[in-house]
């Protein structure tokens, strides 16, 4: 799976969009990007993964560059239950492969929300 | 609202003695994953399980973790003997064979002393 880079820490005032870069220069032709989060004391979230083509559901947005090098999370309306740690992972697709599901997760981004 | 369930929630144990976590996957759902985070390794992946058959254990330190699926409703991990550098939060996931989504549990803290 392609490596990503993501910066370590962000800061973001309540109400205001965050917005989270990652990086992912190696990623392959049908390589998916995906985002989790963890909260403290939590097990990692799906928030929304993408292929090409912005995302965007109940939770966030998922904007990926035309040439699929980079993408950004953007939580439009940021709330203090938002700060957590938001890992950006590309990962092959299939179900029938062997390596479907392995997420490898890197550091991440630790997002504060702030009043 | 279906979830992953991992018991126990919170577990000590005193090095030498045998731990064995479960999971409950979401119903349905044919793989199953085992993560462990810590502060200095972050999220690793241990095992994982496709219909109930191991698919990758590499990340396991083989000589005391083992893996399994007696049945589509409960996954164990077990540890024997334990040891300090085991201490971690031992996540379980799910996922559906058509999908992309894996759900994890809250995890088993475990602090072995």
């Known amino acids: 799976d392609a490596k990503t880079t993501q910066p370590p820490s962000m800061d973001c005032a309540e109400g205001r969009a965050a917005n989270l870069p990652c990086n992912h220069s190696?990623?392959?032709?049908?390589?998916?990007v995906y985002w989790y989060r963890q909260i403290h004391s939590q097990g990692p979230q799906y928030i929304i993964h993408?292929?090409?083509n912005n995302e965007t559901n109940e939770m966030a947005s998922l904007i990926i560059t035309e040439d699929r090098k980079s993408s950004t999370l953007i939580l439009p309306h940021a709330t203090l239950r938002d700060t957590a740690v938001y890992y950006c992972?590309?990962?092959?697709?299939?179900?029938?492969?062997?390596?479907?599901?392995?997420?490898?997760f890197g550091q991440g981004t630790i997002l504060t929300v702030h009043p | 609202d279906a979830r992953v369930t991992q018991t126990p929630r919170h577990k000590v144990t005193e090095m030498g003695q045998e731990v064995t976590m479960r999971c409950q996957p979401i119903?349905?759902?044919?793989?199953v994953f085992w993560y462990r985070q810590t502060m200095m390794q972050g999220l690793e992946l241990l095992a994982y399980?496709?219909?109930?058959?191991?698919?990758?254990d590499s990340g396991m330190p083989k000589d005391r973790f083992s893996a399994e699926m007696p049945d589509a409703t409960l996954a164990t991990l077990k540890i024997q003997p334990s040891e300090p550098r085991d201490s971690a939060v031992y996540f379980c996931?799910?996922?559906?064979?058509?999908?992309?989504?894996?759900?994890f549990g809250e995890g088993s803290w475990l602090t072995v002393v």
């Open positions: 190696t990623i392959s032709g049908n390589e998916y």
């Open positions: 399980f496709r219909n109930r058959a191991p698919l990758d």
């Open positions: 992972i590309v990962r092959a697709p299939g179900a029938g492969g062997t390596s479907y599901g392995k997420l490898t």
């Open positions: 119903l349905g759902h044919n793989t």
């Open positions: 993408g292929l090409k």
């Open positions: 996931a799910s996922g559906p064979l058509i999908g992309n989504t894996i759900y």
